[in-house]
């Protein structure tokens, strides 16, 4: 058993000589340097925000950091939309986007729809439904 250890050892070493191993790592770190195996940039962060049945968005305020990718989730039975858009707004006030934002709308969202948007310049938005903007469905993402 010893006997056969030692030999398999001695066949090893044979095969991988003692610089091998400094060798890789130097190579390795040669490619690092080079910016071969560079890391994949981390995931953006996150946030969700269900439509109800009790025609609401929930949470109806999010605080969210510059970058964050919000997925609305229609999870009721009814027809929803997600609608940061003033020109579709008849309520004053339904919309508000930050200075030189972008206006968005989901287009309409049946139960299990999903929409997501992310958003980058900082401040308050507000959204509204617009099958529901007449019972004040509304939701504010602050980015901050
Ligand atoms: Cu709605």
Redesign the pocket.
Known sequence: MNIRNTAETLRLRRRWPRYAAPLVALALLLAAWRGDLSLPAPPPPTATVT?TNM?DFAPDTLYIEPGTEVTWENTSL?V?TVTADPEEASVEGSVVLPEGAEPFDSGKMDPEETFTHVFNEPGTWRYF?I??EGTK?VGTVIVE
Do not use: G, V
């Open positions: 439509m025609l009814l929803h439904c099958p529901h469905m």
